[in-house]
């Protein structure tokens, strides 16, 4: 998960060849029924997840990025079983775990833990840290070797808490710290997976490099495999070594990282990307556009025919409003579900493309007033582009101007 992601070691588990996939994700679907009158007759479904494919490779760091309801959520709680898929199949380290019933997941459940978006409603505010943080050794039955207590004071020394506060409560605790033990109970029974849905977007901004620096080291320290589930794109690109971006219950591409941030293939990622704040003090005095999406997201009760964003894209042709395009490899380890998609061959011919797709979209200037260059006197003002023609290049703050984490 960190900057140096080349020298990472993958960990391949015992038996299996070092390119096994750690999780293996296959036409996964979960509808939620809509029932209506008394007898509570099925009328439809919210599509939340809608046939997604991917694999996570141990050691590495899957960042899972899509607006509001695009189904992220409801796919860290099938992988982690929380909830059972309608279709499809999940498999962690080659067995299928998608319908098991509570005991035979219970060895599963020490392998795959989630840490939750709230710290402050995933923490019981009644019992103390002691005890939140040594429930799962409660609930497998588990006895760690100098007994419960020191395990737990060396969970909370690892994720950077002061030991001795073993005995106090939530509330005694800032919103970072929470969330330190709500990774500390994760991590108690070393798990290999780990989800975690909207980690730090609940946090302070300060504070959020802080927990993301955590689960960095601890993923290096321990060996971790990551599935981060964020809205944030600053995020994504930082902790992770490969992305899926989701739209409507689909993924639409998936890629590594720097593929994806340089050379997004969806218009969907395009738009997005370029939503993203640049704070980079090299591009000052570059003129940077921002691709407004104008229409709304449609339901995921009735996601649009065809491709899933041609209602909301600006190059949709008829082939994307009848055929639903099929995620494929258009570059080496660069998935893209799109039929024409941006940084390769097959642009949307411009008299194809539909009228809906013309107004689709709003190019707004984002680039901060004090930043444009002063033109030259008697220069020509730059005319105003219609369609995106250049990506907002986007970066995070350096690791070195992050703070120190927030030790007791
Ligand atoms: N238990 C449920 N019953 C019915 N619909 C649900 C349920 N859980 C989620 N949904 C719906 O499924 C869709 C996907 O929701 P989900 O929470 O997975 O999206 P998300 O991308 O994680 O969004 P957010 O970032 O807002 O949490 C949404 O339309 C949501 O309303």
Known sequence: MSDNKDTKVAIPQQGAPADAPLLKVSGLVKHFPIKKGLLQRQVGAVKAVDGIDFDVRPGETLGVVGESGCGKSTMGRLITRLLEPTGGTVEFQGADISHLGVGRMRPFRRDIQMIFQDPYGSLN????????????????????????????????????????????????FSGGQRQRIGIARALALKPKLVIADEPVSALDVSIQAQVVNLLDDLQEELGLTYVIIAHDLSVIRHVSDRIAVMYLGKIVELADRTSLYESPMHPYTKALLSAVPVPDPRRRGVKSER?????????????????????????ATELCRTQEPP?????????????????????????????????????????????????????????????????????????????EPDKQ
């Open 327 to 403: 995620l494929v490899a258009l570059k080496t380890g660069h998935q893209v579900a799109c039929h024409h998609p941006e940084n390769a061959p097959d642009q949307a011919p411009d008299d194809q493309v539909l009228a809906s797709a013309r107004e689709a979209i709003a190019i707004v200037d984002a680039t901060p007033k004090s930043e444009l260059p002063v033109p030259e006197p008697g220069s020509k003002p730059e005319p105003e582009s219609e369609l995106p023609s250049r990506q907002s290049e986007t970066e995070l703050p350096s690791r070195e101007s992050e703070t």
């Open 125 to 172: 505010p009644r019992h103390t840290v002691g005890s939140i943080v040594s429930a799962p050794f409660r609930l497998q039955g588990v006895e760690p070797e100098g007994g419960i207590k020191k395990e737990v004071q060396r969970l909370l020394e690892l994720v950077g808490l002061n030991p001795e506060h073993y005995n106090r409560y939530p509330h005694e």
């Open 291 to 315: 691709i407004l999406l104008r229409g709304d997201v449609p339901s995921p009760i009735s996601p649009p025919s065809g491709c899933r964003f041609h209602t909301r894209c600006w190059k």
